[in-house]
Every structure is written in C-alpha cells, then in structure tokens.
C-alpha cells in the first residue's frame, strides 16, 4: 500500500479545502435557491467583446501566443493603466499576461515566498493568499481589519507584524469580502512604514474599477513605491469575464522576467481567443464598466439599506460586490446561521469565518444579482431573522 502522506509535500498537506466550495456545493443541490454567495457578476460578457473573441477563432488564430501575451495586448493593458490609474509601465517588460489575476496571485507569490519567509496577509479577505504562501513553506502572519475602522487596515499594524523575515504585504483592495477600499492616506501612512524595508507588496486590484464615490488609488502610484508593488488585474469582474480566465501581473522587470519564466514553463501562454477578446475589452469597453458599475452602486444601496432595515449592523461596502454585515447576535455561529438560512428559506450567503478569523460572526452577501432577487432574499431573511428573535426571547 503506498502511504500518501509520505508521497504529498507537507505544505500541500496544510492546506485545507476551502469552506465556501463545501458551501457551494450545498447549494449546487438547491436549484430553487437566491444566491446571493457565488462572488461572480450576473451580467453576460458584453456582446461587441464576445464577438472579437469568436471572431478570432473563425480567423484561424488557434496557436500560442508569445508566452507573456500578445504584444498588442499588452500594450493596450500598459494604455489603460497609465490612462485609468495613472500607472506608468513598460509594455514589453513590465506586463504579464496570466490566466485570470489567480494564476498572477499565484506566480507573485511563488517567486517572492520560500521557507521561513513570511507574507502579512489581511483577515478578512480572500481565501487564496494564505495556502499559495503556505504550500511554498511560508508562514502567514493575519493582521484583522475591524469593524469599527470601515474593514481597513492600518500603518500600525502593518508596523507591528513586520519582523526581519518578512517579505511580501498583501493588499487585497478593493476587498472580497468586506467591500472596503483604502484611500489614499491610508496606502501613504502604510508607505512610510515600509520606506526602508525590503519589503515586496502584491496588490491584487481586481475590483479596482468597482468603486462607490471616489475612484480607485493604487499603492504603485504613492511615491517611491512603484519599484516595491506587484499589481494583479484582470478582466473578470469589471468586464464580466470571469469564464474566459484572462489577467495580468505588472511589476518591475526585475521581478516580472521571474515570474514571465515560470509562468512559461508551467502555462506557455494564456488563451489565445481570450486574448484577442480582452484587446477588444481594453479598446471599447468602458463605457461597459460604467454602465455595470451604475447597476452594482444601485443593487448596493438596496442590500445595505435593507439589511440595516433587518436590523443588522453593516459597514457601508465601498467598492467591489459585498456587504459583510455582522450576524452574532442569534446565539449561531456564522456558519450555523448561514446552514440555517440555506435550508429554511433557501437564501444562500457566505460564513464569514470562511475568509480567516477576522470574518467571524460575519457573513458575506454578493449584490452581483438581480435587483428583484435581491429584494425577495431581504423578504426571506426578514421572516428568518423573525423567528431566530422570537426563538431567543
């Protein structure tokens, strides 16, 4: 018999399954169920770029591509950058085309984590910093952004958790699942504490053009920290592409020729019909980000205000597709209250526990949905939370 545990690496062996894929497989046996959970824009990709990309397959253009993608591509990434975000860089050695910001999350990490190194990583937040970091025999320090200060971060404790192993910051923002965003001060005061460090910071701005009231600031734009940010972007999110798994990492060429190559022995190159689509959605697709931007700021307003109407305390989300409003207070866990919710009045939402310790008590509910469905989820909770109170009375 072949023992498996001695076959496996023991940085594999530490990594969990994630809880929001057992919770979504609950609710895969519930076709009747609103899900307000899958973290996932309800809008097909929009028609013009779904045409690019099955023009380019009627074409003939099946072969690989250059392993970090289409020049042409990215060089219209480098245009958008500079042109939405006021990032400057070099098209040719600066941008890597990945297979949708996860594999990019994935080859940052990789490249920069090693044993005994550490990366400091926001709890709340999504759930693939810490395992990536752990199965290449990193350890993961969780700083908690609470409640009371909007989900954010702080340059204090960003100070704290530094210690001389330290290599790489995680940015997460705007946040899965809190929908907290860091403004400019806030990436200043975390700058200056990182100024004489060796520091590396992996911003993942996937939902950086889903913002509410102000637009998004990159930690690359603060001065002198361009040299030290990695950033992940990609296409699914703004541009309702999540199945054509397109995105990309920017960085220095010090570090994006590192990446570049192992992503070309594991990868070769991202998909080449999804390439030429994203081109398409790099040229003429912002006024597509403006129009869903308007509909996610509309269903917001509508979660926020009704759950605060249920009586529940929730920090106002300002970017991405969540509430994360806190559900403590019914004598269940995050976890039990979600089943609960599940099984009684078929509304599926997300234990906030499954994102790290700094989610419990919390639930993460997706707005990415029907204005109506949302408004008949908010009803069944209404009748949920009704007979939790009057069961604990």
Not at 144 to 167: D, M, S
Not at 266 to 271: N, V
Not at 301 to 328: D, H, M, Q, V
């Amino acid at each position: 018999m072949i023992d498996y545990t001695k076959a496996l690496t023991q940085g594999i062996q530490a990594v969990p399954e994630s809880s929001i894929k057992e919770f979504f497989d609950i609710i895969n046996e519930m076709p009747e169920a609103i899900s307000l959970g899958l973290g996932e824009p309800d809008f097909i990709t929009p028609e013009h770029i779904r045409r690019v990309g099955a023009e380019s397959l009627l074409e003939g253009h099946t072969k690989y591509t250059q392993n970090p993608g289409l020049p042409e591509l990215r060089g219209e990434i480098a245009a958008y950058l500079q042109r939405r975000f006021g990032l400057v860089y070099d098209a040719a050695e600066e941008i890597l085309v990945t297979v949708g910001g996860s594999e990019a999350i994935d080859l940052a990490i990789r490249c920069l984590i090693g044993p005994g190194d550490e990366i400091i990583v926001p709890t709340p937040t999504f759930v693939c910093y810490g395992p990536l970091a752990t199965v290449c025999g990193g350890t993961v320090k969780e700083i908690t952004a609470r409640e009371e200060n909007g989900f954010r971060i702080t340059a204090e404790q960003v100070r704290a958790a530094l210690t001389p192993r330290t290599k790489l910051l995680v940015l997460p923002y705007p946040s899965n699942p809190t929908g907290a965003i860091l403004e400019r001060a806030d990436l200043e005061a975390i700058a200056a504490v990182l100024k004489d460090t060796n520091v590396i910071v992996l911003c993942d701005e996937i939902y950086g053009e889903l913002t509410y009231g102000q637009s998004h600031v990159s930690f690359a734009s603060v001065p002198e920290m361009w040299e030290r940010t990695l950033v992940v972007g990609g296409f699914s999110k703004a541009f309702a592409m999540t199945g054509w798994r397109m995105g990309y990492l920017c960085g220095p060429k010090e570090l994006i020729c590192h990446a570049s190559a192992l992503h070309g022995y594991g990868i070769m190159s991202a998909p080449t019909v999804t390439q030429h689509a994203a081109i398409e959605a790099m040229r003429s697709g912002m006024d597509d980000i403006e129009m869903m931007r308007e509909e996610y700021d509309a269903r917001r307003r509508i979660l926020l205000e009704g759950l605060k109407a249920l009586g529940l305390r929730c920090s106002e989300p300002r970017g991405a597709f969540y509430c994360f409003p806190y559900i403590g207070d019914f004598g269940l866990s995050d976890v039990e209250f979600c089943s609960a919710l599940l099984r009684q009045e078929q509304v599926a939402i997300i234990p906030g526990s499954a994102f790290g310790p700094g989610g419990v008590g919390c639930a993460r509910v997706c707005y990415a949905a029907d204005r109506e469905k949302i408004k008949e989820a908010l009803r069944r909770m209404a009748r949920f939370l009704a007979r939790l109170r009057e069961h604990k009375e």
